[in-house]
Each structure stands twice: as C-alpha cells, then as structure tokens.
C-alpha cells in the first residue's frame, strides 16, 4: 500500500474534476427550453396577416364591394320620397362606411397596402378580373342617377339585392376561412346583416311592383 | 481518499500511477472539450433560430410593402383647405392644394372633369389617372377596367399633361408614356388610400359627376 500522505504530496489533477452528467449537458438542455420557449411564442403569437392571405384579400374587395353599395344608397337616399328607403338606405351607407373604415384599419395595422398584387377574389379561390359578381355596371349606376321616386326606389332595391346576394357568399368565405376574431366577428355581422336586408328588400320591391302596376 | 478519480487497483506503481494520471488528464481534457462542444453547438442552434425567425420576419415585411415606381414624384401639400373659386395649380395634372367643397365621383369619364374636384378626391385617397386625349384606345380601355373594377380610382382625359398617361395621388404623382406600363399598377398599390393622403377613406362617391 501506498502511503496516502505521499500520494496527496504528488502535484496532480490541475484538471477540474469530471462534472456530473446533467451538469455537462445542461448548455445542450438550456438551448432546447430556450428553442422550445421561441417556437411556443412563434406558434402562438399573434401575427399580422400577409399580403396575399385570405384576410388582406377579403378585406380588400369587401371595401370595394361596400364602395359601391354606399354610392348607391346616397343616390337612392337623394331621390326617394319614401321615409322607410330613406331610413334603409341611411342605415346601408353608415354601416358600410363603417366597415369601411374598420378594413381599412386593419389593413393599416397589418403594414399593408389597400391594393393587392392579386386580382379580386383570389383568396377565395375565384380570382376575378374586372367587376365582381353582384356589383352594379356604370350604365346601370347611370339609369340609377336618371329616375325619380318610385322608379328610383325598385332600381335601387333590384340592384342592392342583388349587390348584397353576393357579398353574402364572400362574407361566408371569411367566415369559413379566417382564424382572425375581428375579421370572423366583422364577417359574421356582414352575413347576419346583409340577409335580413335582402329579405326586407324583397318586401319593399314587391310593395313597389304591385304599386306600379295599379297606377 | 485525496483522489477521487483514481481506484486503489489503478495503482500498482508510481509510474504507473503517472500514466494513469497522464491518461486521467487526456480523457478529462477529452470530456471538457466535449463539454466545450455541447456549450458551442447549443449557442450556435440558438443564435442560428432566432437568426432565422428575424431573417423570415423581414422578408415577408418586404414581401407586404408596396415598392414606391422609380420616377416618382413627391410634393408637400398640407389638406383641407377648400374654395369655390376656380384654382390656378403649379402642377398639370395638380397633386394637391386648395380645392372645391365637392369631389369627383371616382369613375371612368370620357371627357375631362375640374381639376378642383379632382384634387378633392386625392384628398380623400383616390389616384387619379390622366390620360392626353389622343391615347390609343386600347390603352383608354385598360385604364377605363381599371376605373370599373376597383374603387377609388378617378379617370379621365386632360390636355396639356407632360407624358400620354400620368397617375396622381395626393403629393405623389408618375409619368408614363403608355397605360401599359407596370408602374402605374406599382403607383396604385402604393398609394391608394395611402396613410399618406389627408382623409383616406373618406367617400369617393355621393359627390359631382359633372365633366367639363
């Protein structure tokens, strides 16, 4: 045997004892919860939606959509002398510039730009070039400008049904497609709204026809 | 027991006992490199995520932006003041200024319509295309789609303008020698209802569609 005393004398181990496993391994282990904490964030986190996502592309042509309607609502509102398509079209034109201005909004906070790279309706799978469906041709907005009174009110409401029988489906398409809450809330309320509309529309131009026959 | 590393039967001799701490030594050295390696790899699979993660964020921010057309040009007109008298403007086609009470409906015209109630509707974010009358009508008919199929966008013919086709916003303004070319769709998505104009948003209908 050797004499411990003489062992403890001999100038060794200038090396650090071995660590304990976990203990080497612990960078290793620290960078994985560090990655997993960032891929956590990065999946859960909030992201404004891109250029060409179904958000940016509903909310673009949805603007253009109402666009219309408003205009032709302030040229119905302008013509009529009956109180209930005043009330109506008042209603139309305050709501959908409202909507209006919240698409553009998001648009704004998003970073992008009221214009898309894409045409009309991509994000839904019916790129579109010129008009979309349900939107009103110049020469019909100009037969519009050109009557008075009863006339006026059934071409409005012939137009506006029509307008609001397609922006029902691209509201439904955002609905079906989006995650985002305000832009499911704001399609939802788009849907809810439009098709009550249509059916008391319906109403007021039956009201209409029949009165024009018997005069 | 001074040495913790070193098991009684490992000591059969004073050189021996040295080899073994030689050999205690490399390996030691062996497994702190290692732990050196394990540190070093770990930083480098963090630095290279987050590098990653900043890198994709960036190009899609890039991705979403509007690239500005080269050759545009930048005014610095202040919004809102309105006058029902005629405006002489420093610019043809205007990009801004004093102007009519009423805006232009955004349309196709045929015919030119004032630049007063044009320079309104720049105001409220539209981009005004003008067109020399003599434009080919094939390109009168690009611009006329354009105009139908999306809102806020104002057409219409104006004489004396400085090239065949020259798109306006509120402060911005591009000339081009024909309807075809691709920076006028660059202009557009650049800076229709842009932040940039006074009131964007605000309506571009319910106002006049009188031409001159």
Redesign the interface.
Known sequence: MIDPASLASVPVAPERPRPPPFRRWLPALLALILLAAIAALWATAERAPSDTSLEAGFARDMMVHHDQAVTMALLARDRTDDPLIRTLTTDIVLTQQNQIGQMLGWLNLWGLPATGREPAMAWMGHPTTGRMPGMASPEEIATLEGLAGTAADAEFLRLMIRHHQAGVPMAEAALTGSGNPAVRALARQIVTAQEIEIVAMQNLLAEKDSAGEET | ?????TSPEE?PS?AG?ARQ?RS??QI??E??R??AL??G???A??VL??AA?AGFVLY??Q????TIPEGTLSFTYAGAQHSTDPVTYTENPPVGGVHNPTWQ?C??YPAPVANETAVHSLEH?AIWITYQPDLPQEQIDTLR?LA?????ILVSPLDGIPTPVVASAWNRQVQLESADDPRLDQF???F????EAPE??A????GT?ATL
């Open positions: 027991m001074t040495e913790p590393n000591r004073r006992a701490r205690a030594r030691a050295a497994r702190q290692r732990s394990i540190k790899l770990s930083i699979a963090v995520v987050v993660i899609q921010r991705q979403n932006a509007s409906n349309a196709y974010g789609t139908e199929s999306q809102s806020y557009v998505r650049s229709r209802l842009s932040p964007p948003g309506a571009c209908g319910g569609s």
